[in-house]
């Protein structure tokens, strides 16, 4: 069989393959041949056939059946075998590969050759793809070679006792002997290794880190004066060639020494104080004229900066970085704004001298650059640069890439949120962001938004009119059109009425109004939610609109057999409103009032909302947690949730405007309870005002079960109604009493009105019952809630007041309720 | 350093050096990946890349594209230095090193690779001292002749 062709002929063949399906076709070809020479075992070209493999390998193709040929390679007495072998075990063995301990033996046996480039080859291999097993069966090997005198041998073996010690930290102690003389070598490449060595130790195990810091046994010097006279040497000692870069000694073994002494220094008093003149050396006296003396200045301000170090060296290192900012050189800016990005937290004045230049990198061509100038201009955004900072950021957000404008855009709002110096600068920023980003804002975005709107209550007018500007034209960005097609739901009167005093108002009809709203309905880029909040928008509007109020009957009950389902539900239920509740419907869609000012987390936890009928009238933001500021002169009632309400009424979080004190709801109008004859002087109807409020929900009361025990308020003629009891966790003065009405007759009883009177001291709601008709033989019960308001804490008192249909006549019957448990008042 | 990739100006694979253990499917992926990245970068662009929780240094010497990837803590700048430092060794090596010599020479460039690192560490600072080791090794290598009379084991 003629000899296999050789490496080079090889190569030079495949590169004059002209498709890849030519080269596929040359490479199966001589795979085959160099397969049936493997199975020859032909000793005299297994390394080249090997070697050429390994080329293959490198052009993407299978080499998995020459693994075992480099374990007979390394095995070889030749030492180009060796060395092919060595590489072939490196390029296409793996720890994860079984045939890879069979060369632990091998190793074992080269780590004591006499050859010390075979003993290079060994210690080489092993610490680059070494395995935990074979790193433990060797680590005693290296151990030996790590106290040899050979400085060729020595800082290999340093290495390779690296890598054992990341395979296998267990073993670190081992090494900790020998490495006691390391640093007294003059051979730099035993001193660096050396330095990554004790580095990699320190990094690991704060015993052995606390070992260092302190008085070594049997040397007289410490490590960290030791380290600082082996770097005052490198700077000081005249011109050495063969370490020279660009002028500078050996900056590799400078900025590994400024590495370990940074982690030698950290959180160390006496070794930082050591350590403050060699690093104030180093800091001004490296030439920076190119990138080696930056290298080396770089890493010594992350060592200032993270050491102990006085304020004078930090104020130093932070120049250097600012000068940084100033080189023309992109690599260096990017190290700078990296460094700086760590250090504004700690050192923020400092870092706020170089403000405008961070600011000018915005404008940089490259990505890298431009994301941490932008986290870091917000990081330095404070009380007194707000305004220019906001004009440079809004800037950036309108010419930055795309993966940007998401982060930039929640920057600038909680930026804003923080240190806006006036509303009407707020609403003007959030503005901007919207128009420009509107459609990378992310979707928590919105609810915060619309809070913040609502509690600039000047603003009213000024915020709805810019919206709808700025949706006339444009109405695609989503959060956008979220954000003003709420404000036009609550603030539509205002915009048609042209209240505005911040800018000219501008003259628009109902119609146009509804025109744009009904665009974002029908439109095709709306997404569902979208369509949402437009349509509780026009309903809205059916109570602020006076001329148009048809023309969003019709839109609603359109609507009403929509294919999006919540859609179509929500306009379901605003139909209902028309129809059957519509004395209802000014209360419930009355004008949201202040919401207290939560956390921007703060909507989220409270969520939780029960009931579709909920989330349909509430759009799909959680509701705001529901108390008023304590200056409002009403007590309010946080709303139950409505589990205990079926879906027929929608439970609107209806809302008074904060400081109006006359306008009042009167759900109980048609309970007729005002002027009853039956009411006793003692007893105060439950009169307005009363106040309802933004929602809450169920989570906020004490389990019923909790322990307070129900009772019988009234049983006669079959009639049995029963109270249970909730009070609720954020207003101890409310109670919540659930009432069932039942019927043990043989007939139902019908057109059931339940009525209730308290006290003076009290006040009271009543919710909507459930149904009006009990049916017979307990067969079913109505329900309905009534909230009592007791701040007072006296002792709760009631007069129900009944009337029904049964067997054909009108009933009617008065009762009191005295039998409440304490738990429910107290 | 977590590996080293060399590949030319049309995306081909030169030198590829793994200093971590990934199954051969991931390393693929990863350096097509990463050729893709290196390649389509702006002329004027910082040499630094983020990728995963890694740093990717490259430098473009003639038509080779020389890229490491190291880890958050490592000094950018002076990775900078430690690829020139390689590109030099070459240099002293081949003589006026070009592409073509560590193609048809692929086995060299790695002896020397592995002179200078180790296991993802510098081990030798001084250039004299790295090619002159390589040079020694190149004089163990037999001649023909020595090399079919010895004895295979």
New interface residues.
């Given amino acids: 069989m003629p000899a296999p062709i050789r490496l080079r002929e090889l190569i030079r063949t495949i590169r004059t393959a002209r498709t890849q399906a030519e080269e596929r076709e040359m490479i199966q070809k001589e795979c085959a041949a160099i397969r049936s020479s493997f199975r020859e075992e032909d000793n005299t070209y297994r390394c080249r056939n090997v070697a050429k493999l390994l080329y293959m390998h490198m052009l993407g193709y299978p080499a998995h059946f020459g693994q075992l040929e480099c374990l007979k390679l390394i095995a070889s007495q030749k030492f180009t075998d060796k060395r092919i072998g060595y590489l072939g075990a490196m390029l296409l063995l793996d720890e994860r590969q079984d045939v890879h301990l069979l060369m632990t033996n091998c190793i074992k046996n080269d780590l004591n050759h006499s050859t010390q480039y075979v003993q290079g080859l060994a210690l080489c291999t092993l610490g680059c793809m070494g395995s935990s097993e074979m790193c433990r069966d060797l680590a005693g090997e290296v151990e030996k070679l790590l106290k040899t005198s050979n400085s060729y041998l020595r800082k290999k073996a340093a290495l390779c006792a690296v890598h054992v010690i990341r395979k296998v930290p267990e073993l670190m102690e081992m090494f900790l002997p020998a490495t006691k003389n390391l640093l007294n070598e003059k051979n730099h490449g035993v001193l660096h290794t050396s330095v990554v060595l004790l580095t990699e130790m320190c990094e690991r195990s704060p015993d052995m880190l606390a070992h260092f810091r302190k008085v070594r046994q049997l040397s007289s010097s410490q490590l960290v004066p030791q380290l600082v006279r082996i770097l005052k040497n490198l700077i000081m000692s005249g011109y050495s060639p063969e370490h020279d870069v660009s002028g500078i000694s050996d900056p590799f073994l400078q900025v590994r020494i400024l590495r370990l002494l940074r982690i030698l220094g950290r959180n160390d008093d006496d070794s930082s104080e050591a350590m403050n003149d060699i690093l104030a050396q180093v800091a001004t006296n490296t030439e920076t004229s190119k990138n080696v003396g930056n290298a080396i200045l770089y890493e010594t301000v992350l060592t200032i900066m993270d050491i102990k170090s006085e304020s004078g060296l930090r104020v130093l290192a932070i120049n250097i970085l600012g000068r940084f900012l100033l080189n023309n050189d992109k690599n260096i800016r990017y190290v700078a704004l990296t460094s700086l990005l760590k250090t504004v937290q700690t050192d923020h004045n400092a870092v706020q001298r170089h403000r405008s230049t961070i600011v000018d990198c915005l404008k940089d061509l490259d990505v890298s650059i431009k994301r941490r100038a932008m986290e870091l201009s917000f990081a330095l955004v404070n009380g007194n640069n707000v305004r220019g900072m906001m004009k440079e950021l809004l800037y950036f957000l309108d010419s930055c890439e795309p993966e940007f404008k998401a982060d930039c855009a929640s920057g600038i709002f909680l930026a804003a949120e923080k240190y806006a110096p006036s509303k009407r600068w707020h609403i003007d920023t959030i503005m901007r962001v919207l128009t420009t980003a509107g459609s990378y804002v992310r979707d928590d975005a919105v609810p915060n938004l619309i809070q913040l709107i609502t509690n600039s209550v000047e603003m009213h007018a000024y915020t709805v009119q810019r919206l709808y500007k700025a949706i006339l034209g444009d109405y695609s960005q989503q959060p956008l059109v979220q954000v003003a097609s709420w404000c036009i739901g609550e603030y539509g009167d205002l915009l048609v009425s042209g209240q505005c005093e911040e800018e000219e108002p501008i003259q628009v009809t109902e119609d146009e109004v509804l025109d744009i709203l009904e665009s974002v309905l029908i439109s095709n880029m709306s997404a569902s939610v979208t369509r949402g909040y437009a349509l509780t928008a026009i309903m809205k509007l059916s109570t602020r609109f006076t001329c148009t109020v048809n023309r969003i009957k019709k839109v609603v009950s359109i609507y009403g057999s929509s294919i999006d389902v919540e859609l179509q539900q929500r306009a379901v239920e605003y139909n209902a409103l028309f129809k059957k509740y519509d004395h209802m419907r000014p209360a419930l869609l009355e004008r949201m009032p202040v919401m207290e000012k939560v956390t921007t987390n703060g909507p989220t936890e409270i969520v939780q909302t029960n009931g579709e009928t909920e989330t349909a009238v509430l759009e799909t933001k959680p509701p705001p947690p529901g108390l008023q500021p304590a200056n409002q002169a009403n007590d309010l009632l946080d709303l139950l949730g409505g589990s205990d309400i079926t879906p027929v009424i929608p439970t609107a979080p209806t809302s008074k405007p904060a400081s109006a004190g006359g306008e009042l709801l009167d759900l109980l109008g048609d309970l007729n309870l005002t002027g009853s004859p039956v009411s006793a002087p003692a007893f105060q109807i439950a009169q307005p005002p009363f106040l309802l409020d933004g929602l809450t929900s169920q989570p906020l009361f004490n389990d019923t079960t909790a322990g307070i025990p129900s009772i019988t308020a009234y049983n006669k003629n079959g009639l049995k109604i029963d109270f249970t009891f909730e009070r609720s966790n954020t207003n101890p003065s409310v109670t919540v009493i659930t009432i069932q009405a039942s019927n043990s007759t043989e007939l139902d009883m019908t057109d059931f009105v339940f009525q209730a009177a308290v006290p003076k001291t009290f006040q009271l709601q009543l919710l909507s019952p459930s149904s009006s008709v009990i049916p017979a033989f307990n067969s079913g019960t109505i329900t309905q809630v009534i909230k009592v308001l007791n701040p007072q804490k006296q002792q709760l008192r009631m007069r129900i007041k009944l009337t029904y249909n049964h067997k054909g006549s009108a009933m009617q019957d008065l009762a009191e309720v005295n039998n409440f448990p304490p738990q429910s008042w107290q | 350093i977590h590996f080293i990739l060399l590949f030319s100006r049309q995306g081909k ?4 050096k793994w ?1 971590t ?1 990934l ?1 051969d499917k991931e390393k ?1 992926k990863i350096i097509r990946e990463i050729i893709q990245i290196v390649l389509s970068r ?1 002329q ?7 990728w995963k929780d890694l740093k990717l240094i490259y430098k473009r010497y003639a038509s080779l594209y020389f890229c490491c990837a190291v880890e958050d803590q490592d ?4 990775m ?3 690829v020139h ?1 390689y590109v030099e060794l070459l240099d002293r090596y081949f003589g006026n090193v070009c592409e073509l010599d560590i ?2 020479n ?2 060299k460039a ?2 020397i690779l ?1 002179e200078f690192i ?2 993802g ?9 790295a090619v002159k ?1 390589i040079e ?2 190149d004089m ?3 001649t023909v002749e020595e ?2 009379n ?4």
């Fill in positions: 694979l030169r030198l590829q200093y253990t199954p693929k702006h004027r662009t910082s040499s630094f890349v983020d000094n950018e700048l002076l900078l230095e430690v430092r193609i048809f692929f086995e790695y002896f592995d180790i296991g560490e510098v081990q030798e600072t001084s250039k004299k001292s080791a020694d090794s163990l290598q037999e090399y079919m010895k004895p295979a084991f």
